[in-house]
């Protein structure tokens, strides 16, 4: 079986260590400590440069909720106009009404919008009331895939929901287990979800280095940087993963 392993990148140089290291898909962003928001021209121009895998930049034009004022919903209609601009294969949104459900309105417009480029429906997915009917309008909204924990803080926690939706799905879309998933425990979510894709982080912290800090500040300037050793470990465990029929 042939498994997909899509990574964070936050910076140019973690674009190149998830092609170096073989990942097949780059979930591009900016601003870890939000969770991910919307990187910028000259990073996705860059990274579009220099890698050949699959670029998805995120969309999402701040931090917190999945609400989005109509300032925020132009905004992001501009950055999905970028991205196709740039030569990107898909983008990555999510949005949701006051009321817990998938904003099938505005988000129909932005799918559209993105063609031909891919659209993967965001842990917004996480948020919702009702993952059940949430999910047919994903799949209504012609989504190629839902990045998702299973409504848990990790995918680990959420595998039984995973499985759940990708039954309900029946490959209509990809249902792609995400949040906390590293080399310790890809096997056991691969096994209990029956995903074939995978989203990971695999983050790690690269030292500064400058060699002057002021020690008045009382910060390290550590970067997020993607862990190149445990994108490899992923890949190899996904390889060697033989699911029982």
């Known amino acids: 079986m042939d498994f997909v392993l899509e990574v964070i990148a936050f910076t140019h140089e973690s674009a190149r260590i998830a092609q170096r290291t ?16 919307t990187p910028g021209y000259g990073l996705i121009k860059k ?4 890698v050949s895998i699959q670029v998805y930049p995120i969309v999402r034009p701040r931090g ?31 949005m949701l009404t006051t009321e817990g459900e998938v904003d099938k309105e505005r988000m129909k417009w932005l ?40 409504r848990k803080p990790t995918a680990l926690e959420g595998a039984f929901l995973l499985k759940q939706l990708a039954e309900q799905a029946n490959d209509r879309i990809i249902i792609m287990p995400g949040s906390g ?28 280095a400058m060699q002057y800090l002021n020690p008045d500040m009382q910060e390290t300037l550590n970067e997020t940087i993607l862990n190149e050793a445990e994108v490899l470990k992923i890949l190899q465990l996904l390889k060697e993963y033989q699911p029982l029929s």
């Open 181 to 208: 998933l590293r080399s310790d425990n890809i096997l056991e979510i691969a096994k209990q979800t029956g995903a074939t894709e995978f989203h990971s982080s695999a983050r790690a912290e690269k030292p500064s």
């Open 47 to 50: 990274v579009r440069e220099d």
């Open 64 to 94: 917190g909720d999945f609400l989005y004022s109509p300032a925020e919903y132009e905004i992001m209609k501009r950055d999905i106009e970028m991205a196709r601009q740039l030569l990107c294969d898909g983008v990555v949104i999510g």
């Open 111 to 150: 799918v559209e919008l993105a063609y031909p480029m891919g659209v993967t429906f965001h842990r917004a997915f996480d948020r919702v009331k009702d993952p059940y009917q949430s999910l047919e309008d994903i799949i209504e909204l012609g989504c190629e895939r839902i990045l998702t924990s299973g």
């Open 22 to 37: 073989g990942a097949h898909r780059i979930e591009l962003c900016d601003n870890p400590g939000e969770g991910g928001t």
